[in-house]
């Protein structure tokens, strides 16, 4: 779907069809990583016959469900925000129209879930849990030793990537066509409300991680 024109854009699409359609996909990418890669590492096919891996498999089957609930939750919480920018800098977008800029630009983010099964189906075919979990395309994370870095790096590390910069750009897009107005505004609005509070919250991530 296009997202410079109002009357086609992703942002203004049935909002439960394309919410619907995000869970699925990822749920499917999901089920894909976890089928064919996770479950094919040593150390799950270790714990497999064990307590440990009823507890693993309970985990598992939990992340399915709780996806539609951390969406809700994520896209209402970044939602505010952007919608708290766009009050304070004056531009006459509501609520509902920057849930759905933000579910909208959470589509990037399946790229590179894609891009990490492919790696692990296609190149690294036979990785360790630790390798899946600290492997994310595209991010400060490939610059490092994951072994060697302190945890709480870890999570900012593989945050901080290129997806991420996509993933601001179609905010401000979204922000753009709903406010008519010139998109340097629109860059001072994310730039001020959503991207404050990203870089923030890995501080304060850093800071309380134990």
Known sequence: MAIETENTSLFTSD???????????????????????????????????????????IISALQFFSIPLIYLWK???IG???????FMFGFR???TQCWSVVMAAEFI?????????????VVETDPTLPEIRAFYPLSLMNLVDYETIEKRFAYPLRALS???????LIMVNGVHLFAK???????WIVSA???????????????VYK
């Open 193 to 207: 409300s959503y991207i404050l509070i990203f870089l923030l919250w890995l501080v304060f991530y850093i800071i």
């Open 162 to 168: 290129v997806f991420e910069i996509f993933y601001i």
């Open 15 to 57: 909002k439960k069809l394309t919410f619907i359609i995000l869970c699925l996909l990822s749920i499917l990418l999901l089920y894909i990583k976890k089928s064919f890669i996770e479950n094919e590492t040593a150390a799950f096919e270790f714990l497999q016959d064990r307590p440990e891996g009823t507890v693993l498999r």
């Open 80 to 86: 505010f925000v952007l919608w708290v920018g766009c």
């Open 75 to 77: 896209f209402t919480v």
């Open 109 to 121: 983010f399946l790229i590179p879930e894609i891009l990490k099964i492919g790696w692990f189906m």
């Open 93 to 95: 977008i509501t609520f």
């Open 181 to 187: 107005r010139d998109k340097r505004a629109a860059w």
